[in-house]
Antibody
């Protein structure tokens, strides 16, 4: 059973940085792409970014491009979302999800970690 | 970044069939497969349908989906109280390389 666990959320001031982690287990982490998706309080899902299984490809949503960076450490089965220049509208719960094909669906999801910019 | 359009809410009584539409564009739904996600209250999303009409193991066959052109739809047959949740369609978007778009979401209420 695939499991993804996000961590690193918290309260941060506008303009500051935060790094989220996504630890994977129960599946071959190094073979899966990892997506980041966020959900502002009371709002819908917004796709944030994706990184390929080997870290060679990464793409970002318009609202975070140039501020957020995804990376991964396959030796530790962990992906990261580095968030810089945080704004109030980045306040959301951030989920990671895995995908066994880069251009495919988000198969398993973590429970998310809450980021509050205030 | 335009998103596929979903109705904000649909409702039905137990046993009924409800349908949720997802209207996109040539660059997203028109060019790529559609996935559907279910989010129960207070929970993380979970994959419900992938590649337009495929159900992952464990998803009841009461859930079905289809795609035609730039639109997709999800049907829930034999509605149950446990189906009360938010449902999102999603697709890759070819208008900019490597971007996924989610629909705005539809709240299903079981009356």
């Amino acid at each position: 059973q695939a499991q993804l666990v996000e961590s690193g959320g918290g309260v941060v001031q506008p303009g500051k940085s935060l790094r989220l982690s996504c630890a994977g287990s129960g599946f071959l982490f190094r073979s899966y792409g990892i997506h980041w998706v966020r959900q502002a309080p009371g709002k819908g899902l917004e796709w944030v970014a994706v990184i390929s299984y080997d870290g060679t490809k990464e793409f970002y949503g318009d609202s975070v491009k140039g501020r957020f960076t995804v990376s991964r450490d396959n030796s530790n089965a962990t992906a990261y979302l580095q968030m810089n220049s945080l704004r109030h509208d980045d306040t959301a719960r951030y989920f990671c999800a895995n995908s066994d094909t880069f251009w495919g669906w988000m198969e398993s999801w973590g429970q998310g970690t809450l980021v509050t910019v205030s | 970044q335009s998103a596929p359009t979903q109705p904000p809410s649909v409702s039905g009584t137990p046993g009924q069939t409800v349908s949720i539409s997802c209207s996109g564009s040539n660059s997203d739904i028109g060019s790529n497969t559609v996935d559907w996600y279910q989010q129960l209250p207070g929970m993380a999303p979970r994959l419900l349908i992938y590649k337009n009409d495929q159900r992952p193991s464990g998803v009841p066959d009461r859930f079905s989906a289809s795609k035609s052109g730039t639109s997709a739809s999800l049907a829930v047959r034999g509605l149950q109280y446990e189906d009360e949740a938010d449902y999102y369609c999603a697709a890759w978007d070819d208008s900019l390389p490597g971007r996924v778009v989610f629909g705005g979401g539809t709240r299903v209420t079981v009356l």
